[in-house]
């Protein structure tokens, strides 16, 4: 996994300010797995991938619940057998009704001022907000935000890939399993 999104979705974690005072209720557990399938993935980037690992970081300090999934791409050996692709979500269910979720993106955007992100992370239109930051696409709608890489660093110059149009193709998969999940615990 690449060592800048390994260090970026970490920092991201760490670097929210907590909150202060008696938290609200502690959010559910979400699991990023169950907010996109191989198939799903498969179907929507054109390349085969393995089913999705779940490596949790569980629940935080400021009562919010984060969830990470990776799929390695399979498709065809890389040329590089050091080279590692593969597809990552990082999700986080933040404590109902707080506003946290805002939190998330606002990350991005103070790690391109830090200098962590080389790039001023560009505005997309899905979910309730996001932005494209370089390397994925992060995104939140209500009190779950996520961030979602396709990383294939060895495409042929003759097929480039634009990963941030792969990213863009799985977000609204992920959206929708988000809504019926805020609906299904909203009942």
């Known amino acids: 996994m690449s060592a800048m999104i390994r260090t970026l979705f970490a920092g991201l974690c760490l670097s929210l300010p907590l ?27 054109g390349v085969s991938v393995t089913e999705g690992r779940r490596r949790d970081d569980g629940r935080q300090a400021d009562g919010s619940y984060s969830s ?10 890389p040329a590089d057998p050091r080279a590692r692709r593969f597809v990552i979500l990082n999700v986080m269910q933040w404590p109902e009704g707080r506003d946290m979720s805002r939190r998330y993106l606002q ?27 370089g390397d994925g696409l992060a995104v939140r709608k209500g009190d779950v935000s996520f961030g979602v890489s396709v990383f294939m660093p060895d495409a042929p110059s003759n097929q480039p890939v634009r990963t941030s149009v792969l990213e863009e193709k799985l977000v609204p998969i992920i959206l929708r399993k988000v809504e019926r999940r805020a609906a299904a615990n909203a009942i």
């Open 19 to 45: 909150t202060s005072g008696v938290l609200a209720a502690d959010a559910p557990a979400i699991n990023a797995c169950e907010l996109l399938s191989a198939a799903e993935i498969t179907s929507a980037i």
């Open 68 to 77: 990470a999934c990776l799929w390695m791409i399979q498709a065809r050996p």
């Open 107 to 133: 990350a991005f955007r103070d790690s391109a001022e830090q200098g962590v992100i080389p790039s001023k992370p560009s505005p997309r239109k899905f979910g309730d907000e996001s932005l494209w930051w």
